[in-house]
Every structure is written in structure tokens, then in C-alpha cells.
């Protein structure tokens, strides 16, 4: 884009608001120039923080635009398949239908925010080398700068770039790949050109961060662990199952799956198997902007306490009853509760405040409502996960089956997730087959849920979501409860905005 906000790189960036405050004591950013910025390496590694505050950032005026979270929430959550709230006016968005009008606003917002992070990083890549101080730490710089630009573009290409399977082999169109910090026209590259630039971008800052020697201080940083998980990612996405499975176990490597008591603990705080997240703390929130207060289940925002977010009941449904996971959403089994909305009677609400006492006071409960998630802090404060260890050995999974490897290979992954962990200690598996695939995606449904996964794997696996509605064993209301086909809604590809279109003439829907 020639004329939006994100193209003003540096000199406005919000770099000079920390992650932690005291990692940061800086000039304010009206008078930061490019040249101070990448003076030094002192003030480049300010830059860096600075991309991590704009994933935590509010954006386009709107409290419900708050960087990475609202990919998570609108993009991920909203359209899935297992995912419930009760917002019948948000049904454009839940039912996947404004991914055509480029004169959305919703159609505009991933883009707009993640070739924002795409501008700062290529500045940080361009102009670190000529920066004074230790060689080292230009390396980890650089390699921090490509991973969050390989990061942001595996998003885009999943919500702007056909599936995998519906492209050709990548011969359909892609995005446009600015790896410069340059405005003027430029054409949409193949799916493939931009998958190879993603690699590519990957595979460097692996070997930056290798031969920089340097590691990370903070969960909040990315470093090698994180490039290794961008990479499966993106491998299974591009159905590139060898470089999935590899790059999965790199990832994982190191970060032990969580306890219980700590998958259990709020989903705020990192724990042994988050690869990377987003800082959050009081003093630096954003208040009912925030993801925590469109979906902790004990936030004082009125976004929760209306409309709480549910799993739906057919997913529910498939947990076993020695799923410790199966606890963290309200049974409504035995009690009360309206059909036509999921609205708890007077006996459930009473045993969910049981259950949670840390739900707000005031607060609406509805059957199979989550308690997943919980807020630090009022109004909705918290450290907002990435990657966790637990989608590396899903990854792994997948990867493995569709190299046809040897299914006990594959069970045993899905042991280690589920019964090793304790997560449910009566966990068998011996399926093989289609089966085998089946258990892989109902558990991806199940360890992921909430966490903005729901609509992107349906649409990479070419799955149809089917939401059903009370009446016909869901928990769906009416406007809700719809099935949507893969080739529905342009084959869920979002399409270019109309604000790219208007200032890049070399680009075209």
C-alpha cells in the first residue's frame, strides 16, 4: 500500500513502548529519525521490541482491532467450526461472509496490520548492518527482523492466498512481497513465490541466529525455537509435509509439555511449552480492547459478560469424561438452561460460580461456556501465546500420516500429548487409517480450541464446518447454526482491499 499508515515506518513506530517497561527508557518518537534508530545496535534492539508491541497494539480506531488478538478472536475463532457466542449481528463475520467485500473494514484489518510489522522489519533488515556494536548482535537482530516478516506473510497467505490444495501447486496469486521499504506499485507474486520468500526469510535467520550465538531473554522475543515453529507451520500449510515434521520437533525441542495445575492455571502466563507469546501486564493494557476481555471467562468487560465464549457441544461432546480438558467448559448435564440460546438457568449459573468464583459478578453463564481462559487482571490483562509445544507434536502428527508413516508413530505422538501429559491418563490408540486422521484433527479441535486455530485448519484441510443448532444436537443459534462448503465465500480467500487496489495499480483481485 502507497498511502496507508503502515508505509510512515520508523519515525512514527511504536517501538518506544515496551514490552516491559523498564527495558525501555527512551526519546519520545516525534523526534526519532531513521538514523538514530539504527545508529546503534542498542537502539535497533528497541526497534525489535517495537514489533512486539505492535502485535499488542489497538488499530483503525476500533476497541475490537488489538493486533495479533484479533486474528485470534475474529479470524480464528469467530468463523470456525467449535467455536459459540451468542452475537447474532456479528453473523457476517462468524458465517465467513464479508471476505469479498473489499470495502470491509475486516477485510482491510489483517492486511493493513501485518504489512505494518512487514514495513518496521524490513527497516530493522535493511539497516542493521550499518548499525556500530558487536557484530553478534547485529546477527540475532536481523534474524529476529526475518522471522517476524516470514511470520506476518505465512498469516496473510493463509487469509488472502488460496488453500494449498485449491492452488495449483502455488500458481495462484499471492501476495505482494515488499522486502524493501518501498511504496510504489508492485504486483502480487504466486503462492508459491511467497511460500519460497517465507523459507527463505527462515532459513536465513536460522543460520543468523546460530552463527550470532546469542540467545533470548524473554518468551516474548523470537529466536530459533520460533523460526523452527513458523516453519511447520507454514510447511503444513503448504502440505510440504517432510519440512513440517522436521521442523516441528526443532520446534518443540526444549519446551516440555505443561503440567495440569499449569494447563489448568488461566492460559495467561507462559508455561513450559509456550514457544513464544505476547507481553501483557496492568500497566500497559489495553483496557476493553484487549483479546482477554473478548474472551476470559472472568473478565469484567461487557464483551464477556453478555455473550461468554462456549465450545460448541458436538466438540464437547467427543471429550472423554477423564479429559481433564473436558472440565475447563461447563456441563450443563442434569441442568436448566434456555435451547435457544444456551443461557444457564438458575441451578447452573449457581454451580458454574461454584466451579469458577472468579467469574465477574455480574456476569451471564451459559452452558458449555469456557473456562479456558482466564484475565490477570481487570479488565481483560494477560500474556497472549503464539506456539505452544502442543501444536508442534499435532504438527508432527499430521505431517507423519500424510507421509504415510507407520501409524504406530503417529499413536504414539498423540499418547505422549494426551495420556504422557496427563492430560487424560485413560488415553488409548491403536486407529489407524482415515480413523487415525480423524483423531489427529479431533484433538488438534480439542488441545487448540480458543486459541485461533478452528477456522484456519478447516479451511487447510478443505473441511466443511457444519454448526448445528439446539434443535438438531448443537448449541448454535439460528443465524449461526449454517454449513459452510469449501468452495463457499470464494473458497474462504479473503480478497485484496480496496485501500491496496486504490494505491497499487499493478494489483487486481
Not at 133 to 142: E, L, N, R, V, W
Not at 228 to 251: F, G, H, P, T
Request: proline share 2%.
Amino acid at each position: 500500500m502507497k498511502k496507508t499508515l503502515f508505509l510512515t515506518i520508523f519515525s512514527a513506530l511504536a517501538f518506544l513502548s515496551s514490552c516491559k517497561k523498564e527495558w525501555l527508557e527512551t526519546e519520545p518518537t516525534s523526534s526519532t529519525s531513521t538514523a538514530t534508530v539504527f545508529e546503534t545496535t542498542a537502539n535497533a534492539k528497541l526497534a525489535i521490541n517495537g514489533l512486539a508491541k505492535l502485535m499488542t497494539t489497538q488499530y483503525l480506531s476500533s476497541q475490537g482491532f488489538n493486533g495479533e488478538g484479533t486474528i485470534k478472536m475474529y479470524y480464528g475463532n469467530y468463523p470456525g467450526n467449535n467455536f459459540f457466542v451468542n452475537l447474532s449481528g456479528w453473523a457476517t463475520i462468524i458465517n465467513g461472509t464479508l471476505n469479498e467485500n473489499v470495502s470491509s473494514t475486516y477485510d482491510y484489518y489483517p492486511w493493513y496490520y501485518y504489512y505494518m510489522i512487514i514495513g518496521n522489519a524490513n527497516a530493522i533488515a535493511n539497516n542493521i548492518d550499518a548499525a556500530s556494536g558487536p557484530y553478534a548482535d547485529k546477527q540475532f537482530i536481523k534474524a529476529q527482523a526475518l522471522t517476524y516478516r516470514a511470520y506476518c506473510y505465512m498469516m496473510l497467505a493463509q487469509l488472502y492466498g488460496n488453500r494449498w490444495s485449491d492452488s495449483n501447486n502455488g500458481s495462484t496469486p499471492g501476495l505482494v512481497l515488499r522486502t524493501e521499504s518501498t511504496t510504489g506499485d508492485m504486483a502480487r507474486s504466486t503462492l508459491l513465490e511467497t511460500y519460497n520468500l517465507i523459507y527463505s526469510d527462515l532459513n536465513q535467520a536460522i543460520s543468523l541466529y546460530a552463527s550470532s550465538g546469542k540467545s533470548r531473554t524473554t518468551n516474548y522475543e523470537v529466536n530459533a525455537n520460533v523460526a523452527y515453529a513458523i516453519y511447520a507451520r507454514a510447511a503444513l500449510n503448504r502440505q510440504d509435509y517432510a519440512n513440517a515434521e522436521s521442523y516441528a520437533v526443532k520446534a518443540r525441542t526444549g519446551y516440555a509439555l505443561m503440567s495440569v495445575a499449569d494447563y489448568k492455571a488461566g492460559f495467561s502466563n507462559a508455561t513450559s511449552e509456550w514457544i513464544w507469546s505476547s507481553y501483557g501486564a496492568s500497566d500497559e493494557t489495553l483496557y476493553y480492547y484487549s483479546y482477554f476481555s473478548y474472551m476470559a471467562y472472568n473478565s469484567s468487560a461487557s464483551a464477556v459478560r453478555s455473550t461468554p465464549k462456549c465450545i460448541s457441544k458436538e466438540l464437547f461432546d467427543q471429550i472423554p469424561a477423564t479429559d481433564i480438558r473436558k472440565s475447563l467448559f461447563l456441563d450443563p448435564t442434569g441442568y436448566s438452561y434456555t435451547t435457544s440460546t444456551g443461557v444457564a438457568g438458575t441451578a447452573l449459573k449457581a454451580r458454574a460460580f461454584v466451579l469458577y468464583p472468579n467469574i465477574y459478578s455480574t456476569s451471564t453463564v451459559y452452558a458449555y461456556m469456557q473456562f479456558k481462559v482466564a484475565a490477570n487482571d481487570q479488565p481483560g490483562v494477560g500474556n497472549l501465546n503464539h506456539f505452544r509445544s502442543s501444536e508442534m507434536y499435532l504438527i508432527e502428527a499430521e505431517a507423519k500420516y500424510f507421509q504415510n508413516k507407520d501409524a504406530a508413530s503417529i499413536q504414539n505422538l498423540l499418547i505422549e500429548l494426551n495420556k504422557t501429559s496427563k492430560r487424560d491418563e485413560s488415553y488409548t490408540n491403536t486407529k489407524t487409517g482415515a480413523a487415525l486422521l480423524g483423531e489427529i484433527k479431533k484433538y488438534r479441535a480439542i488441545e487448540l480450541w480458543g486459541e485461533g486455530f478452528d477456522w484456519f485448519d478447516m479451511k487447510r484441510w478443505g473441511d466443511s464446518i457444519v454448526r448445528k443448532a439446539y434443535a438438531n444436537g448443537g448449541n448454535f443459534i439460528t443465524s449461526l447454526a449454517i454449513t459452510i462448503l469449501p468452495t463457499d465465500n470464494n473458497k474462504w480467500t479473503w480478497k485484496i482491499p480496496l485501500k491496496e487496489t486504490d494505491n497499487n495499480h499493478l494489483v487486481t483481485n
